[in-house]
């Protein structure tokens, strides 16, 4: 038997999927190809993947659009996400509010003024049923966007949906659960980094071994980038962490090919299109050729790297908002021609506050006009083959490997050491300040334009827009939920339940997530899981460095 | 004799792009900048703004809390007897500056304010209290 081509391979996975009901063609009816290239190129569903992880890509399936939404209280989100389903969102994404990120429950002193504001506050069972209340949680799939507490909510969610009738091996979604980044760029944290990690490879064995639909983390670039890396910081600090929670879990003595499919990605879309395409490009490549080569991972989803892509809330402005549209409609373009699985558009009034509801529907409509009327969806990695995004791709990849090095010399050949060493180092923190500051000044003296920011100020007196608005009263009312749910649990089970919580984290071998779960089903609040972790773990201080 | 700031994340909000960028304007431009960490309470930014004898205080807000924190850090200021003066940058709403001035804040740098209005701002802010 002779061997298939590339093209020939690509060929028989390409008939093997199946294929939206549209017509393929042009609006003029000229008929296209699923891909274009020579014949022994690399194709789309080919190793190491710089053209797609299928082979078919948008025309079997469009991206998820996945928007992003939370605020007030469990019951307001709830509605926001039903009106998201109802207006053709095809995945949801929980937002919480600061004091939940932070495991603060919404009575506790330092959440005053926070509580319901930037996100949806979530403090027990009780606010986790509300939130996907009337919502089939075995047919849409939930991103949450948590890392702190990552377990905890996980434990929540689990003990809600099987309360409402759903096994947990039924349950689809994602977790974010990427802590490294969080110490890198958000700085969202709780305990110190190792006490931190132990939680993540917790929460990876056990939704490796009880729940195989759900990604247990969110490897997450777009924070990294907000915070002010450039595209290449972001690329390899997000695929060092990977690399970081790969070995981390072979330590934990989990084979590579049990964890590594269910790790998604999370990068973002700035404003630089054509940058940004190699960066998702080369992202696919390195990640294979590493969880091949350096990992030996044989299955071929361990090799797949899988993105949800996020516009940038950075390139928004607060002058002249409408122009924002445009901008995220350019940055979507490029998560999209860079082969996103998921997106999230940003609305355009996000510079100034959280998303109103029309201004959240108009960015779901700018996706609904990428994937419906400009036919970019139908033809596989379109750029591919261009001298010119080659180059920005293998440039990209250069640029990466050089940083990997550097990680790994940190960590005296180990990524997860390299990673916490640079952490503890402010070595991360220091490289992202530095790039932030550069390109601010670089806006500052006019060397580059940002529309109605540093040039074409012409209509920035206009009218302001009517923002949505989060008042006290919400922190009030959720205060009042929680002192409702507080008097009517038996709070002895819940001593109990934090007592087994406290003998499970002093023991290192020990899985805390039955603990947190069966502390969950007892409406142990997130603030009491958390507090009963960090009396045992401790709390991290990042040492404030200008 | 340099202008000394201090700049300050009060709350819960981790985003620190911004006040690293501005900390590294105002020093370029000859201030003095303490910074002293992520999480600060108001009580602990008006016990450090005095210790530190600075001219200024510059608050980080983008969560959304503005409104609450804000005017807390200018009371805990002003109840230990001094009268320094308290700006702040971050996603603030045009509709709620009116409110931030009541409650004694002194200046307001929304997204996209450029380094030079914030220096420029920030010098004449402190040539007045002298």
Redo the contacts between chains.
Sequence with gaps: MTELSPYEQWQRAYEASSLRDRPFTTMSGIELEPVYGPGDGEFPGQFPYTRGVHAAMYRSRLWTMRMFAGFGTAVDTNKRFKEIIHSGGTGLSTAFDMPTLLGLDSDDPMALGEVGRCGVAIDSLADMRDLFSGIDLSSITTSMTINSPAAVMLALFVAQAEESGVERKLLGGTLQNDILKEYQAQKEFVFPPRQSMRLVRDSMAFTAEQMPRWNSISVSGYHIREAGSTAAEELAFTLANGFAYVELAQEAGLAVDAVAPRLSFFFNAHIDFFEEIAKYRAARRIWAKWMRGHYGAHDERSWQLRFHTQTAGVSLTAQQPEVNIARTAIEALAGVLGGTQSLHTNALDEALALPSQKAARIALRTQQVIAYETNVANVVDPLGGSWFIEELTDEMERQAEEIFGQISDMGAGSMLEGCIKGIEDNWFQGRIAESAYRLERSFNDGQRIVVSVNDFREGNEDEELSILRITNEDEQKQRRRLGEVRQNRDNEKVRTALEVLRLAASDPEVNVMPALIDAAKVYATVGEMMSTMAGVFGRHVEVPFL | MSVRVLVAKV???????GI??V???L?DAGME?I?????Q?PASVAIAAIQEDVDVVGLSLL???H???APLVVEEIRQRGSEIPVVVGG?V???DLAELKTAGVAAVF???A???EIVTTITSLVAQSL
């Design positions: 709350g819960l909000d981790g985003h620190d792009r690293k960028v900390a590294r304007i020093r900048v910074y002293t960490g992520l999480f309470t969560s959304g809390a409104l609450t924190l996603i709403p045009a509709n929304g997204p996209g450029s380094a030079d």
